[in-house]
């Protein structure tokens, strides 16, 4: 039976533009379902204020193209959201990508049907068959908010930094609550800070940031980066992120007092996540990880002038078992007379109140506005919202209930012609999500491309290969310190959500697995005919 499309996308971000892109390149058919009325996935949703990439422009960016990398030009050394959502809509304008793109329309469900060894996409407009169903439905987009009692009572604004207001949210002369220090929260709250009346961030964890030093993008750097981009970007193929994180394999363990200070003076003074790179057991040892814990706790206690809100921000944790967040000007921030940090650690967020909330010790915050800067349900929240069924009926929840099992990250025994983009299972999230969605983007659309080549109907892993790669990323986590933590990587921010810990640490030997399953026929997948 003849099917709509050789491929159905399901989601419009920077992973299902380009799989479209390069689907047609390969001259298969393809159509892009995404729930937005724009492109840009996180980017489109993520529009809170000081929404911004952690990682550098230069580099968090399509590499598929040699032109659109030279003449594309980032303003900063780390791109506004605002910037990075025009890049992405360049990109679809320049490779006339929009007529296949179809906007305003949330994929409900997906049902593989034996018969045609094709899928069944049902959308909020109508069902389409296609012989593949890729899930290029991001790992930050589905976003979490606790289930707080009172909320609908609530006579303020509330917003969530995962779904904000398009046309943005004035909070001059309001009294604003922030709840959460994540990565949002420290990006928004000092510019919250600016415009609101009074600002009260209520904090259940602190979190370890190290400053951005963002600017505008040095030319220098842009021209020696452009002088040979390939370079730059093959150099980052070969590191454990991804990106140009300055790597060191020097011990902290091994080093010096002296030579600790220098390093993470010289780290701080660069700013950002390359904070990681100074020491090759950072991420291994506790002792190692203490040395960080420590210069960052001690650089907090220098920027905060309340020595109880220093304390209260400090975090008596591992550094970069939670992502490691990126700031500018956040724990200043504290010194204005107008923030008021809660610590809701003790006295959690009892309930939501008309004019405002209260906290379980029976302390009330009068509020006009609410910020949600909860995070999201990471990786399987955005899987999990469409019906995903298999051979026989199966639901991917089903077969997910104890948490994800792929192989790869790219594709789950049982769901035939099913691909996911940056899955559990792959570097994605401690990766630099550009190249890791790129390179999956790249492997489906060859797989699917040899397949067609070779007649064959249908593909799904064998039940072993997929075994032996999940306890494979357990036992690659299980020698870092990542599984030691309550983060969102092993699924600990959602009640009840199983703990799993779900990216995969390495992209170097991870790329060279995928390539080298290619090269062998796609070991550990079985074919249909
Ligand atoms: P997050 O890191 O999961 O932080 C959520 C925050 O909400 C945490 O502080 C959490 O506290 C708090 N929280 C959750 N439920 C709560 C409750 N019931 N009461 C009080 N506090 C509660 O989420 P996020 O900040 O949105 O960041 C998620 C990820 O998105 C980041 O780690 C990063 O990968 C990505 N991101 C990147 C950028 C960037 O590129 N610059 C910016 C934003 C986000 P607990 O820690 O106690 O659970």
Known sequence: ??????????????????????????????????????????????????????????????????????????????????????????????????????????????????????????TSSGGVSARFCVMATGCLSSTNLPDFKGLDSFAGDWHHTGAWPHEGVDFTGKKVGVVGTGSSAIQSIPIIAEQAEQLYVFQRTPNFSVPAHNGPLDPEKEEMVKGDYQ????????????????????????????????????RWAYGGLPFLGAFGDLLYSRDANATAADYIRDKIHHAV?????????????????????????????????????????????????PAGLATTDGQTYELD???????????????????????????????????PRTYLG???ADFPNLFIVTGPGSPSVLSNMLPSIEQHVVWISDCIDYMSKNHLQAIEPTVQAEDEWVSHVNEVAGETLY????????????????????????????????????AKGYEGFAFAN
């Open 1 to 122: 039976m003849a099917h709509d499309y050789d491929v159905a996308i399901v989601g419009g971000g920077f992973a299902g533009v380009y799989m479209l892109h390069r689907l047609r390149e390969l001259g298969l058919s393809a159509r892009v379902f995404e729930a937005g009325s724009g492109i840009g996935g996180t980017w489109f949703w993520n529009r809170y204020p000081g929404a911004r990439c952690d990682i550098e422009s230069l580099e968090y960016s399509y590499q598929f193209s040699d032109e659109l990398q030279q003449q594309w030009h980032w303003t900063e050394r780390y791109a506004t959201q605002p910037e990075i959502l025009r890049y992405v809509n360049h990109v679809a304008d320049r490779f006339e990508l929009w007529d296949g793109i179809q906007l305003n329309t949330r994929v409900q469900a997906a049902t593989y049907r034996d018969e045609d060894n094709g899928w069944l996409v049902e």
């Open 231 to 266: 370079h730059f970007r093959d150099e980052a193929r070969k590191l454990v992120f991804g990106a140009h994180f300055r790597n060191r394999d020097e011990l902290a363990d091994e080093a010096t007092p002296e030579e600790l200070q220098r390093e993470y003076d010289e």
């Open 369 to 403: 506005a609410i910020v949600f800067a909860t995070g999201f349900d990471a990786m399987t929240g955005a899987l999990h919202k469409v019906d995903i069924r298999g051979k026989s009926g199966l639901s991917l929840k089903e077969k997910w209930a104890d948490g």
């Open 305 to 353: 002038e309340d020595s109880e809100t220093a304390e209260l921000l400090s975090p008596d944790s591992i550094v970069g078992c939670k992502r490691l967040c990126v700031d500018t000007n956040y724990y200043e921030t504290y010194n204005r007379p107008n923030v008021t940090l809660v610590n809701v650690c003790d006295n959690a967020i009892a309930e939501i109140l």
């Open 410 to 412: 790219l594709a789950t």
């Open 483 to 518: 599984p030691s933590c309550n983060s969102w990587y092993l699924g600990a921010n959602v009640p009840g959500k199983p703990r799993v810990f779900m990216p995969y640490l390495g992209f170097p030997p991870y790329v060279a697995k995928c390539d080298e399953v290619a």
